[in-house]
């Protein structure tokens, strides 16, 4: 309860500067939220931030997924916002060696090339190995499925961001 007290009573300037990131580079979402205040909970701003997302045109949702960052680009590393630098970290996407940079670069190429949109997977708790994996399987989906499947972890991304939220 403090914590949604604490939201609450944030200026706009704030309030956009702490959830303009949730959705990858998406200030719009987080001033579209604010206008929802005051919320009952936390729960309850989750809830609504996950609404405007999947409730927005596809091409919103498109203009957001494509924001995301490649895996595993050893030559934008440094230049990630701090939640996806630190999401990549984590999973060990920084520590690749040589050939795995390639495996990612060649996969990532080959992804957008015919998806138009980069592979989107929240990392969080899974190792590069396993990354690998699931982005060798998806690249065999079609189009509509993947197009889904992105939005499905773009909102986990979300999550995962929201709950680490903590507002001194």
């Not at 914590?3 to 200030?27: H, V």
């Not at 490649?70 to 996806?84: G, R, V």
């Not at 630098?85 to 040589?98: F, P, V, Y």
Request: proline share 2%.
């Amino acid at each position: 309860m403090i914590l949604i007290n604490k939201i609450n009573n944030l200026s706009q300037i704030r309030f956009n500067e702490i959830f303009a990131n949730i959705f990858e580079k998406t200030k719009w979402i987080a001033e579209k939220l604010y206008n929802q205040k005051p919320f009952n909970s936390f729960e309850d701003l989750c809830s609504k931030i996950l609404e405007i997302f999947r409730t927005t045109s596809k091409k919103n949702q498109l203009k957001i997924i494509r924001a995301h960052p490649d895996l595993a680009d050893k030559t934008k590393i440094s230049l990630l916002n701090i939640d996806s630098r630190n999401e990549q970290n984590r999973a060990g996407l920084d520590q690749c060696s040589e050939k795995e940079f390639r495996e990612f670069k060649n996969l990532n190429n080959e992804y957008k090339k015919k998806f138009g949109f980069p592979f989107i997977l929240a990392v969080e708790g899974k190792n590069k190995t396993e990354i690998l994996n699931k982005f060798k399987k998806r690249i065999l989906n079609s189009a509509d499925d993947e197009f889904k499947e992105a939005i499905s972890q773009v909102c986990k991304i979300a999550n995962l961001r929201l709950n680490k939220i903590n507002i001194k």
